[in-house]
């Protein structure tokens, strides 16, 4: 990281400061206080990112795959080299507990780079013979410039996973991370530079959605937009995206089901693996499992256990290795998070353990830390039952039998992620087959293959990023006729 707490923009393989020379401020939500500034970048600074990542366009899209790949692995050496260092701003500049981030997000980063970089080199093109006598063939060009936008909850995770592809492909990029959790794409932004990427390849613009987020999508130069956010944004971004026919993939919100069947094995590890599936990173995961639905012969039994565990969870300082959670990520998404339990309240909701806010001792006294909190008595209609509320709350209701559990699963307005518990094999086919989601895990939570489709159906977006997939939407096709 840089010496000065102010962090800068990459462009033109620079480091720079915003065209304005205004900053936000950066806050360490465990303690409040704010200790570090970002770019409050412009269209100015949007529009000097995108002219350096054209003229940077042709030289990059016709290297040798082999080559971006040896630089994007480069710069993973060199991230995984810093994993500390990572580690730690991350928990800062997040609330994340520290042994999260060395566990989860920064390994992870690391994966999406060398996973993108193995697999453009591995890529084949697909080939139609006709019988009559000709032969076509497809050819995948990069795009051009490409946008890639992404949230505060897994920063430099969610970061990697889009411009790896993007840039794997043959794709100059202008990113921008989230202005509430900018430090470890900047340090990763100067890293590149030690990589030895030419000027313009890979360029990031920091600032605030409405502004710098809102000047990438509208650029015209632009080809491309990746997402990664709320479902609100995703929907002006796609209203902003589609009158100039730009290619959008956006990866939005969930309200996920986590299904506990009598016949589960409910082992101590099965059962620890729930709980995480609604409470790690704070519930602030887009995975997480926030609605519980267990089965009705099993109600009583299974919410005694769970909750047991769930009062075991130690809320404290990220930056202690006991802590299992941190704190929420800004003071208006704890004042938000409360709202939703107060809401809860509103509605007939029985508090079952947390509901409240936490002020760990010591130096985290002013941070915004809220206890583990499970609700049940609360119908699946309700607005608790159906808005994301993103945080570490977990709502329990009962089901009878398996299409009550597909109904109620179903019934609500996002379709990312369910998680299904279950001995019987045939059960698990059948309702993988009904749960209209875009990944369903049996018997687990969070296994991720970098090679899966990854993304949501109804509003939790549009597309599939990974793998292939994400190959694909980072390339255009091309139908290559040739008549012998
Ligand atoms: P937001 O939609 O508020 O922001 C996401 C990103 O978009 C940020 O970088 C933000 O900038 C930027 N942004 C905001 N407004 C605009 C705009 N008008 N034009 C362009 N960019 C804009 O989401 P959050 O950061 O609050 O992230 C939480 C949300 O992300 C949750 O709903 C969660 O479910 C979802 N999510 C989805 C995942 C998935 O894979 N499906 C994974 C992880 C999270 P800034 O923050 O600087 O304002």
């Given amino acids: 990281m840089m010496p000065s707490t102010r962090l800068a923009n990459l462009i033109d393989g620079r480091l720079q400061a915003p065209v304005d020379n205004r900053w936000l401020d950066i806050h360490e939500p465990a303690t409040g206080v704010v200790f570090a500034h970002c770019p409050d970048s412009t269209a100015a600074d949007v529009d000097a990112a995108v002219k350096s990542a054209q ?19 480069r710069l993973a050496d060199l991230v995984e080299a810093r ?30 780079l060398r996973f993108f970089a193995a697999a453009i080199i591995a890529w084949d093109s697909e080939s139609h013979a006709m019988e009559s006598g000709a032969i076509n063939y497809t050819l995948r060009r990069p795009l051009g410039v490409v946008g890639c936008i992404s949230p505060w909850n897994l920063p430099l995770y969610l970061f990697t996973w889009k411009i790896a592809p993007a840039l794997a492909s043959g794709n100059t990029v202008v990113a921008k991370p989230s202005e509430i959790t900018p430090c470890t794409a900047a340090l990763l932004g100067e890293l590149s530079i030690e990589a030895g990427f030419p000027p313009g390849v ?45 290619k959008v993939s956006l990866e939005l919100g969930g309200k996920n089901p986590a299904i506990v069947f009598a016949d589960a094995d409910l082992s101590d590890q099965n059962l620890d693996t729930i709980v995480r599936s609604g409470f790690a990173n704070q519930g602030e995961i887009c995975l997480c499992g926030s609605r519980l639905l267990v089965q009705r012969s099993i109600y009583d039994s299974f919410r005694e256990r769970y909750l047991a565990r769930v009062k075991a969870l130690r809320v404290g300082d990220p930056e202690e290795a006991s802590s299992d959670l941190g704190a929420l990520v800004s003071r208006e998404h704890f004042d938000k998070v409360m709202g939703c339990i107060a809401q809860a309240r509103d509605e007939g909701g029985q508090i079952l353990i947390g509901g409240h806010a936490l002020s760990p001792t010591g130096r985290c006294a002013e941070g915004w830390f809220i206890a583990p909190t499970v609700i049940d008595g609360l119908p699946n209609e309700t607005a608790t039952n159906q808005q994301e509320i993103f945080g570490p709350v977990v709502t329990l209701i009962p089901f ?21 518990w279950t001995t019987d094999l045939s059960r698990a086919h059948r309702m993988g087959a009904q749960l209209d989601f875009g990944i369903v895990w049996i018997n687990c939570w969070l296994l991720r ?18 793998g292939a997939e994400a190959l694909r939407f980072f390339t255009e096709p091309r139908n290559i006729c040739i008549r012998y």
């Fill in 55 to 73: 003229k940077a366009a042709p030289g990059w899209a016709s290297m040798p795959s082999e080559e971006r790949a040896r630089l994007i692995n």
């Fill in 83 to 112: 994993l500390e260092e990572f580690a730690a701003l991350e928990s800062r500049d997040s609330g994340k507990p520290v042994a999260l981030a060395r566990r989860l997000d920064i390994p992870r980063a690391v994966s999406n």
């Fill in 202 to 246: 890979l360029n990031i613009v920091q600032g605030r959605g409405p502004t710098t987020g809102q000047a990438i999508v509208e650029h015209p130069a632009i080809k491309a937009v990746s997402f990664t956010g709320s479902t609100r944004t995703g929907a002006s971004i796609a209203a902003t995206a589609a009158p100039q026919f730009k």
């Fill in 400 to 420: 009878e039998d398996e299409a009550d559990a597909v109904a109620i699963a179903n019934g609500t307005g996002y379709g990312l992620a369910a998680s299904l």
């Fill in 449 to 466: 293959d970098l090679r899966t489709p990854f993304g949501g159906t109804k509003q939790s977006g549009v597309g599939r990023e990974g």
